[in-house]
């Protein structure tokens, strides 16, 4: 299993990114997927995520109503869609999967990682 993410940059604060996870070797409509992030010196963090129906959305707090998590079945890619974004939301953001019944915010229940992806708001 092979996750690629990709679409990270540099934005303004209040800003856009989306951000793309593309798949191999696991279908995603089958599993959970999820976006962590990690700034410098912190401990890595959720940001969001699906579940293995697409039919429910997890967020973090501190996303919830700026960020949308979204997957293409057909190119078996999930996306993160990032909105107004602030200088709090510099990162390297991960995507993960993981089985049906994980829990969506802890990371360990993840098996598969992808690189990361840099994100960069200035203020």
């Known amino acids: 299993v092979q996750l690629q993410a990709s679409g990270g940059g540099l934005v303004q604060a209040g800003g856009s990114l989306r951000l793309s996870c593309a798949a191999s070797?696991?279908?995603?409509?089958?599993?959970?997927m999820g976006w962590f992030r990690q700034a410098p010196g912190k401990e890595r963090e959720f940001v969001a995520a699906?579940?293995?129906?697409?039919?429910?959305?997890y967020y973090a707090d501190h996303v919830k109503g700026r960020f949308t998590i979204s997957r293409d079945n057909a190119k078996n890619t999930v996306y993160l869609q990032m909105n107004s974004l602030k200088p709090e939301d510099t990162a390297v953001y991960y995507c993960a999967t993981g089985g049906r019944s994980i829990s969506y915010s802890d990371y360990e229940g993840y098996d598969y990682w992808g690189q990361g992806t840099l994100v960069t708001v200035s203020s």
């Open positions: 070797g696991r279908p995603i409509s089958r599993y959970t």
């Open positions: 699906m579940s293995w129906t697409g039919g429910s959305t």
